[in-house]
């Protein structure tokens, strides 16, 4: 009942277009720019993964729609990506296309189940040296990827991008390789150039009419897209036994968390460069779902937000939802109407747009930030990257998360510690005998065990002062070892007073049994000046004690007390 009724929190409503009075000439502005930049993008990474131009553009059509109506951002832009690429290859190719609507519909229920379950803050989580080695792997590989198509020959045997692209160098000749590399060039040419003659330019479609046209004039030996469906085909739902969903449980599972990283992290990008307002995570994580699973039912490939095409969509002016939703129809009006003229597309076009689009996924900028912050962050950053480029995505960013996580624990223990302090104010006979020992930081598993060496290991004092109203956090480990640390004291019969419990650590204190490990009730103390004055009776008491085992007798006309204090 509670995950129905977050759903129907999460179900679209009048809000979404409250803005549109008075935007929607700019929506509409920018949604027809946005999709004649998505059009060949859509394209090429629908061959780039092996499901096919058609597969790319019904994915940027159906899963545009559902994910600008159901979706969390105003301005959010989903297609299909790079990234998806990079992990749907490799399962078209070991289970070949048949898997790609059951795979499709798999990840998207999972995206979906993850929306409704309010997950949708999990990516805060990631560290920033995480995203950008993961951002920098996929680029390389998406390069990579291009590089049979730019020069005309087969794809490597090999799994791995970097080995199969050196696998299809190695099968090059000269004479193949002239006609694409040429058509390549031409289309990297112009997408450099035209930016700088005007921002708003269409380069990448502008460079694709230009290596098509020359390539239909002079009849160059090139591969092409091939034949288009001039219609979206019917809908049709997946077989998904249990054969399949097994087969297909893990790549399903590694594409849902793929989908949602980008989506959230394109989706809090926009929201950060836009005043369209926030987003909402949840909701994001409902819409991409949708559109992965109505991807699916029509053919497509799973959808993630496109952050270059949001980014597109909030330069030209889109303000609501109805540019991405007139970006789709306007892809859509090219299946009905343009897709002749798109069949007939070299690939080598294709390839030169997405090695552009490779390469401006990488910020100089932020590799020069991350790579100069701290030694610890650059590790991080380069071991996922690496990962990523040499292995599996999903495996490079639980491997980059505990990297950091590593570090970050490190540089936790080195912040937290335990520190001997003087006794403020002037110095009485036997002060030295007392012994303050203030907590700093946080008290956990890992820097538990240093403060229990340090403070056990303490000779010649008769009271031990524990200070712990500057400790920020605790675990019950740490608790423990304060437990131990006083028990350890008392039996070689050192007096333990422990000052400035904080009111959020005294129930776990209490449960671990701290408190009661403590001599006397009274050993507890919220201030400092009482805690030293308490001490000072103690040490008192213990030098009386000991002169009267020394001298004997002597002293019996003036007995004092015994170690142990007499009111407690």
């Known amino acids: 009942m509670k995950v129905f009724a977050a759903g129907l929190a999460l179900l679209p409503g009048r809000q979404d277009y409250a803005e549109l009075p008075r935007t929607w000439k700019g929506d509409l502005v920018a949604g027809v720019t946005v999709g004649i930049v998505a059009l060949p993008l859509a394209l090429a990474f629908g061959v780039s993964s092996g499901a096919g131009a058609a597969s790319g553009l019904i994915t940027a059509v159906v899963a545009g729609v559902i994910a600008a109506l159901f979706g969390g951002s105003n301005i959010q832009v989903s ?196 005043d369209t307002g926030p987003y909402d995570a949840d909701r994001e994580l409902l819409g991409q779902g949708l559109a992965s699973v109505a991807s699916g039912f029509f053919g497509g490939m799973p959808a993630t937000g496109a952050i270059a095409r949001t980014a597109v969509n909030i330069r030209s002016g889109g303000r609501t939802r109805l540019a991405a939703i007139t970006h789709a129809l306007l892809l859509l009006a090219v299946v009905y109407l343009a897709t002749g003229p798109v069949s007939r597309i070299p690939l080598a076009a294709l390839a030169g747009v997405l090695m552009v689009t490779a390469t401006r996924m990488v910020s100089p900028a932020a590799l020069r930030a991350v790579i100069g912050s701290t030694r610890a962050d650059t590790v991080v950053f380069f071991v996922t990257a690496l990962i990523t480029v040499s292995f599996d995505l999903i495996e490079a960013v639980e491997i980059g998360i505990a990297v950091a996580s590593f570090f970050a624990l490190r540089s936790l223990v080195r912040s937290s510690g335990v520190h001997r302090e003087e006794i403020p104010g002037p110095v009485h006979d036997g002060d030295e005998h007392i012994a303050i020992f203030r907590l700093d930081g946080a008290l956990f598993f890992a820097a538990a065990e240093r403060v229990l060496d340090r403070v056990s290991a303490i000779q010649n004092v008769d009271v031990v002062i524990i200070r712990m109203s500057q400790l920020q956090t605790l675990d019950a480990t740490g608790a423990r070892v304060i437990t131990e640390i006083v028990n350890a004291l008392e039996r070689r019969g050192i007096t333990v007073l422990i000052k400035g419990i904080q009111d959020r650590h005294l129930r776990l204190l209490t449960r671990v049994g701290v408190l009661e490990s403590l001599r006397h009730h009274k050993h507890l103390f919220t201030e400092l000046a009482p805690a030293v004055e308490h001490a000072r009776s103690h040490v008192a008491r213990a030098a009386t004690a000991r002169a009267t085992r020394t001298h004997g007798p002597a002293l019996e006309s003036n007995p004092a007390p015994t170690s142990g204090p007499t009111d407690e």
Do not use: C, Y
């Open 79 to 274: 297609g299909p990506t790079g990234a998806m690429v990079v992990v749907l290859g490799p399962v078209i190719a070991a289970h070949g296309l048949g898997a790609l609507a059951a795979v499709s519909v798999m990840a998207g229920v999972i995206v979906l189940a993850a929306g409704l379950l309010k997950l949708g803050r999990v990516v805060t989580l990631l560290p920033w040296p995480v995203i950008e080695g993961f951002t920098v792997g996929i680029a390389a590989i998406i390069f990579l990827q291009q590089v049979p198509a730019a020069f005309g020959s087969g794809s490597g045997s090999s799994g791995n991008a970097a080995v199969s692209a050196f696998q299809a160098l190695g099968t090059v000749s000269a004479a193949s390789a002239l006609a694409p590399a040429a058509l390549v060039a031409v289309v990297v040419l112009i997408m450099v150039a035209a930016p700088r003659i005007h921002p708003r330019i269409p380069a990448s479609l502008i460079a694709i009419i230009v290596a098509s046209v020359t390539a239909q004039v002079l009849d160059l030996p090139v591969a092409r897209i091939g034949i288009l469906p001039q219609s979206l085909p019917s809908p049709v739902i997946p077989s998904l036994d249990w054969a399949t969903l097994a087969t297909l449980a893990r790549p399903a599972a590694t594409i849902a968390a793929l989908a949602a990283i980008e989506s959230l992290l394109s989706a809090r990008v926009a929201a950060s460069i836009s």
